[in-house]
């Protein structure tokens, strides 16, 4: 039983600092320097798999048209953050160095 709370708190912990956009590297280090958990990046390119956790990459057109569709409304006065934001929310995983 807590091998199997430990594994679904480190799977937990991998999706939320996925979800947060950080990349592979910095999500084993934080894990360890943070949590104490010590795995490889391979061994968690193999948990992401298992979570059904992709980067998925887009096309810059699509971000684009959707920038447009968000800007056209009240989206017009939202900063960057914002709409960095909304792209996530809508399944488009950008980089944030798209936006700057």
Same mark, same amino acid.
């Given at each position: 039983?807590?091998?199997?709370?430990?594994? &679904?708190?480190?799977?937990?912990?991998?999706?939320?600092?996925?979800?947060?956009?950080? #990349?592979?590297?910095?999500?084993?280090? @934080?894990?360890?320097?943070?949590?104490? #958990?010590?795995?490889?990046?391979?061994? *968690?390119?193999?948990?992401?798999?298992? *979570?059904? *956790?992709?980067?998925?990459?887009?096309? *810059?057109?699509?971000?684009?048209?959707? #920038?447009?569709?968000? @800007? &056209?409304?009240?989206?017009?006065?939202?900063?960057?953050? #914002?709409?960095?934001?909304?792209?996530?929310?809508?399944?488009?995983?950008?980089?944030?160095?798209?936006?700057?």
């Amino acid at each position: 039983m807590a091998d199997q709370r430990n594994i &679904k708190k480190i799977d937990s912990l991998i999706n939320l600092y996925f979800n947060f956009g950080l #990349i592979y590297d910095d999500i084993v280090f @934080v894990l360890a320097e943070n949590h104490g #958990i010590k795995i490889s990046t391979r061994h *968690l390119k193999r948990r992401l798999s298992r *979570l059904n *956790l992709r980067r998925r990459q887009y096309s *810059l057109e699509d971000v684009v048209d959707f #920038i447009k569709e968000e @800007v &056209k409304g009240p989206g017009l006065l939202h900063g960057y953050w #914002i709409l960095f934001a909304k792209c996530r929310d809508r399944g488009l995983q950008v980089k944030k160095r798209l936006y700057v």
